[in-house]
């Protein structure tokens, strides 16, 4: 004999769907947090090289190539972010399926958490770069604008 209970299946339902929507504000949050983190870098890093950007810009050089170094700075920031992410999400399935697998033989179940996978590391990683790049492209050639001559 099978019994349901729907109302459990709904409450089920609808707590995955809060879950899931969490997830996407905190991502949002994190790539803010991401945008602002490096555009600040950049910024500190154009000022401390104020000097060197007057001069270049005297001698004719443009605001894109005076950008340069601060868009591969932001396009590292990005990366090294992206492995770290990726990084630290092994370490935390790791951990948590040693854990759960113990449970789980408890209820004699084999489920395991799965991670992200080669590939979608990678795209958090290619992800990260280009919002470090996206902000630090921003950040340089509003900050290096504002430099007169």
């Known amino acids: 004999m ?3 209970d729907s109302l459990w299946l709904q409450r089920l339902a609808a707590i995955s769907n809060l879950i899931s929507v969490i997830g996407g ?3 949002v949050i994190v790539i803010l947090g991401l945008f602002f983190v490096v555009g ?10 104020k000097a060197e950007v007057r001069v270049i810009k005297l001698v004719g050089g443009s605001d894109m190539y005076v950008a340069r170094p601060f868009l591969y700075t932001g396009f590292l920031c990005g990366v090294g972010g992206g492995i770290l992410a990726t990084l630290l999400q092994g370490i935390v399935l790791t951990t948590f399926n040693s854990n759960l697998e113990v449970l789980m033989k408890l209820y004699e179940s084999d489920f395991q958490l799965r991670g992200f996978g080669f590939m979608s590391g990678i795209h958090i990683i290619v992800s990260g770069a280009s919002i470090g790049w996206a902000a630090a492209l921003m950040a ?10």
Do not use: C, G, M
């Open 40 to 49: 600040n870098t950049i910024k500190l890093a154009i000022e401390n090289r």
């Open 25 to 27: 504000v905190l991502a």
């Open 2 to 4: 099978v019994q349901v």
């Open 140 to 149: 340089s050639l509003r900050h290096i604008r504002a430099i007169n001559l």
